[in-house]
């Protein structure tokens, strides 16, 4: 029967900030994320109307907001009169740097084309202390990320999986992949790992779930509930 490895530490990484507990990316959530001591907080990236990346999942902020309509239709200071839940607004990608310096990695995930040269730039300019891995299902985002930093660290997210992950993975020269708890298999590890890569899961909060997954030898593990894992 297999067993977790006792020499390697799966990476703890909330999912939205820590997303099961606090309003998704926000303040409150990283915050969480820290006291649950994970390595990383996951948060997604949008652009504002007049440019400013800025944390939020959808395109529209509906669901995660007391507003109605799209964020590229925004302001940056109709998004700063927005609750993004309980009080907490919806965070810049530079006000999330300043706060999380030195206290948790960032996994910065582009959710739509164009923001790769602003976003690095961005955590160049702020001097942040910690990893930032750039992530996103438009692999060609990431390509550009390895253009503008070649020591940068991008995790390419799939929702279905190519043939062969590990070629795909060296092709778009990502350090990192994001596979779909329901489509990751120790096979699928074993050769991502053989091609260098590293195998981040998401999103995965069913403690069940969490422990099989950890028995397939992944290195990160993204979750609402990060205290989980
Ligand atoms: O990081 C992977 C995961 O966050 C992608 O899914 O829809 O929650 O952004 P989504
Ligand atoms: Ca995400």
């Known amino acids: 029967m297999a067993k977790e490895s006792p020499h390697r530490e799966v990476l703890r990484i909330g999912h939205r900030g ?8 926000t303040f409150a959530s990283i915050e969480h994320a820290i006291t649950l001591g994970c390595h990383f907080a996951e948060v997604d990236v949008r652009r504002t109307a007049d440019g400013t990346l800025v944390l939020l999942h959808d395109e529209q902020v509906d669901r995660t907001t007391n507003g109605m309509g799209f964020i590229a239709d925004f302001t940056l200071e109709e998004t700063q009169k927005l ?12 006000e999330t740097l300043a706060m999380a310096s030195g206290r948790i990695g960032l996994i910065l995930e582009f959710k739509v084309p164009g ?3 602003d976003a690095c730039a961005t955590v160049r300019g702020s001097g942040f202390v910690g990893p ?12 550009h990320v390895r253009r503008i930093d070649p020591q940068a660290l ?28 329901d489509a990751v298999t120790k096979p699928i590890v074993q050769s991502l790992h053989d091609s260098g890569v590293m195998v981040f899961v998401y999103t995965v909060d069913k403690p069940a779930a969490i422990k099989r997954t950890k028995l397939l030898g992944v290195d990160g593990i993204i979750s609402d509930f990060p205290d989980r894992v």
Not at 132 to 143: D, G, K, N, P, T
């Open 132 to 143: 930032v891995i750039y992530a996103s299902f438009l692999h060609e985002e990431l390509q």
């Open 115 to 117: 923001l790769a040269y």
């Open 83 to 94: 609750d993004a839940g309980s009080g907490q607004k919806v965070p810049t990608l530079e």
């Open 154 to 181: 991008t995790l390419a997210l799939f929702k279905r999986l190519p043939e062969d992950p590990g070629a795909t993975a060296l092709n778009l020269q990502a350090t990192h992949v994001g596979v779909r708890i």
């Open 18 to 25: 820590a997303g099961g507990y606090r309003p998704e990316n």
